[in-house]
């Protein structure tokens, strides 16, 4: 260290606010003259006099594509939770590196295997959901784990790639390996990692919410389509105003309103949280209000110009215009092309 101009214990970059979890610091020396290295009797000996050239310090870090994709699940509202046979304060200096737990100030919580395995059923539960890392697990407890935040209705996705991961990955929705993994959890992954890293997982994530979030709107333009024709057609036919479009002009407002559009969707859909509102509600929110809205102005534009003309094709072809123009508009509403313009 003195030769080196560096002060006992300073470390070499200050790169990182955590401590290494391993680390091994070797010294590079020269020795001007030919010197053995053993003695007579062959114990090593330190030959005198050597010049110290560089330290290499080897530590066990996190891969940088890790801490990638754990803050993006992270901000994706992924909970994460290791299970882990390592002491947990070194369990929790990984999770640290890696991004999380350590943004927010809230505290990760740990329990250990022998301590799940002496709680009830119900406090078994909650401890499941409440702790992020479980040290010294055994396999069994691994996948009663599992089990118990799928009771709670939670989707689980185990990422393993030992024999010991098998009970947890066959508990979970979905078990993720990767190619170098043990024939036994190959056997039974959902989803294979052929890179061997973490990264693949990330673009799993982004197909995954555009298809989602894709569906969901496609879903609710259809639906919004069947809500505003089912009033419509209640209310001009029970009135005894005659029904308010032809057949083919029904087909055009489909074709215009929902089958191109759901089509655009599926391509225009990003990626991004999907809400995890029960799917009722959140189809209700933007169903019903668009639905009524739609009928009640279809139901106008049909009463005037049936009116005013006295004809009911003339007030049939208003109502089609009127409905295709508004499928449209809520196609916009749904999916803006300017951020904060979104009707939920």
Request: aromatic fraction near 6%; charge should be negative; glycine fraction near 8%.
């Amino acid at each position: 260290d003195q030769v080196l101009g560096r002060e006992e214990g300073t470390p070499e970059s200050g790169e990182h606010d955590v401590q290494p979890i391993e680390e091994a610091v070797y010294m590079v020396a020269y020795c001007p003259e030919r010197v053995p290295l053993h003695t007579a009797e062959g114990m090593p000996a330190l030959p005198e006099g050597l010049l110290p050239l560089c330290r290499l310090r080897y530590s066990e870090q996190v891969r940088p594509e890790a801490v990638e994709t754990v803050r993006a699940f992270s901000q994706s509202g992924v909970e994460m939770k290791v299970f882990t046979q390592d002491a947990p304060e070194r369990t929790l200096a990984v999770i640290r590196q890696a991004g999380l737990g350590g943004d927010d100030g809230t505290p990760l919580r740990a329990v250990s295997g022998p301590e799940l395995a002496t709680l009830d059923r119900e406090r078994f539960a909650r401890a499941a959901v409440e702790n992020t890392i479980f040290d010294t697990m055994s396999p069994r407890l691994e996948g009663q784990v599992v089990d118990a935040l799928r009771a709670q209705g939670q989707s689980v996705a185990v990422v393993g790639d030992g024999v010991n991961d098998l009970p947890a990955m066959q508990q979970a929705n979905l078990s993720i390996t990767q190619q170098s993994s043990s024939p036994a959890a190959l056997s039974v992954a959902d989803i294979i990692l052929l890179e061997d890293s973490s990264q693949a997982l990330l673009r799993v994530l982004d197909k995954g919410q555009r298809i989602a979030n894709g569906l969901l709107d496609i879903l609710k333009l259809y639906l919004n389509q069947v809500g505003y024709l089912t009033l419509l057609i209640l209310v001009i036919w029970g009135a005894g105003l005659g029904f308010p479009y032809q057949s083919k002009q029904g087909s055009l407002i489909t074709l215009v309103s929902v089958i191109l559009p759901s089509l655009a969707l599926s391509l225009w859909a990003p990626a991004g949280v999907v809400p995890r509102t029960h799917l009722g509600r959140l189809l209700a929110r933007f169903v019903a209000p668009a639905a009524v809205t739609v009928s009640v102005a279809a139901v106008l534009v049909y009463i005037i110009f049936l009116e005013m003309s006295g004809e009911e094709a003339y007030a049939q072809l208003a109502v089609t215009y009127t409905l295709v123009i508004s499928g449209l508009v809520l196609v916009v509403l749904r999916r803006p092309p300017v951020r904060g313009l979104t009707l939920v």
